[in-house]
């Protein structure tokens, strides 16, 4: 989450009110139990490729809106351990430091407040929670902005750290994590949830952003400072290659690093450079998921970029938007959860989530 991607946002939102009237038909949370769902934006699609990806008729289904600025869904399984038995899409609203939870047939409800700062004092502007996910049992693992950690809520209520500092330093301020399958937890850490975001030179005590990764030991290892601003992060369904995604202006892309067999990270390749749209187009690069096909959903300038594993862009799903970050859930896990400004919105695909 970047808080100029916030703000472009809000002026937009601003501008949508008359524009999307049949969404916005309040300032409240309003389009939860709307049957069909209301729609906005389009797809543009730049390869017949993307015909097995997405339907002809697919549409930009409006969930929720009345959001700050929502970011890291997860979607938690029937199976999960959470509060409610599952079947439903979390995600954080980053200033208002809560997650909220969305389900079918239900609506919206706060989830988890605070959701990433427990602090009684004002912290920053973005002091939640960010990136979301969910481990092989079930349980929420979160990326605390404020309370600049990685952590896990445990069976009962309540909460543990996984992570908060890297050689006795703490962290900026985790974004976005992934999860293999041994339970590995790959998380990155750029500096937008402190005091004062990338200008913050007193509370901030590591000087890189960094790419991370804990095992279920606990154990923290840096894999990578090379990125400016390393935000989204994901990995390939075979596990050998993390895809990254660097939110900075002047240099807006995503990078695709080999994982080596003990661990450490190979020479990264640029899989997309998109810095040229960042002048016309709202967002940056930012959250990303892969399918079972190993396509890649990324959250960018204009929206959301599909693109093959070497890179290229087969269509874009555009919400109007700036978008934050997306996930696949749903009951057959064909459903594209895509968090955009003020807005929860889903896009049925035509394929599933791998496991991450």
Request: charged fraction near 20%; include cysteine.
């Amino acid at each position: 989450m970047k808080t100029t991607i916030r703000n472009c946002g809000a002026c937009l939102r601003r501008t949508i009110l008359g524009l999307f009237s049949v969404v916005l038909l309040s300032s409240s949370l309003v389009a939860d139990d709307l049957t069909p769902h209301p729609t906005m934006g389009e797809f543009l699609r730049f390869d017949p490729a993307a015909d097995a990806l997405l339907s002809a008729d697919a549409k930009i289904e409006v969930l929720t809106s009345g959001l700050d600025w929502s970011e890291g869904p997860a979607w938690i399984p029937k199976a999960a351990t959470q509060p409610g038995g599952g079947g439903y899409v979390v995600f954080s609203d980053v200033p208002r430091n809560q997650v909220m939870k969305w389900k079918e047939g239900a609506g919206l409800s706060v989830f988890l407040k605070p959701s990433g700062y427990t602090g009684v004092m004002d912290y920053s502007e973005a002091t939640g929670s960010n990136g979301l996910n969910v481990n092989s049992r079930g349980e929420l693992i979160s990326c605390e902005h404020g309370d600049r950690r990685v952590s896990l809520m445990v069976r009962g209520g309540g909460k543990r750290t996984i992570a908060d500092h890297f050689e006795g330093r703490r962290f900026n301020s985790p974004n976005d994590l992934t999860v293999d399958k041994a339970g590995n937890i790959y998380f990155t850490d750029p500096p937008y949830g402190l005091p004062n975001g990338p200008a913050d030179t007193e509370t901030r005590e590591i000087a890189w952003h960094g790419i991370y990764k804990v095992t279920p030991s606990g154990k923290v290892t840096l894999l990578s400072k090379e990125m400016t601003f390393p935000n989204g992060i994901t990995l390939s369904p075979d596990e050998k290659t993390l895809y990254v995604a660097q939110s900075d202006p002047e240099a807006a892309i995503w990078k695709a690093f080999p994982i080596q067999a003990d661990g450490t990270l190979g020479a990264s390749r640029v899989l997309a450079d998109v810095t040229a749209m960042v002048a016309d187009q709202r967002g940056l690069p930012d959250g990303l998921k892969t399918d079972t096909t190993r396509h890649l959903w990324a959250t960018g300038p204009g929206g959301v970029h599909v693109m093959t594993p070497e890179g290229k862009l087969l269509a874009r799903i555009d919400t109007k938007m700036a978008c934050g970050n997306c996930c696949f859930g749903g009951d057959d896990d064909s459903w594209l959860y895509i968090c955009s400004d003020a807005f929860l919105v889903r896009v049925k695909t035509k394929v599933k989530v791998a496991a991450f």
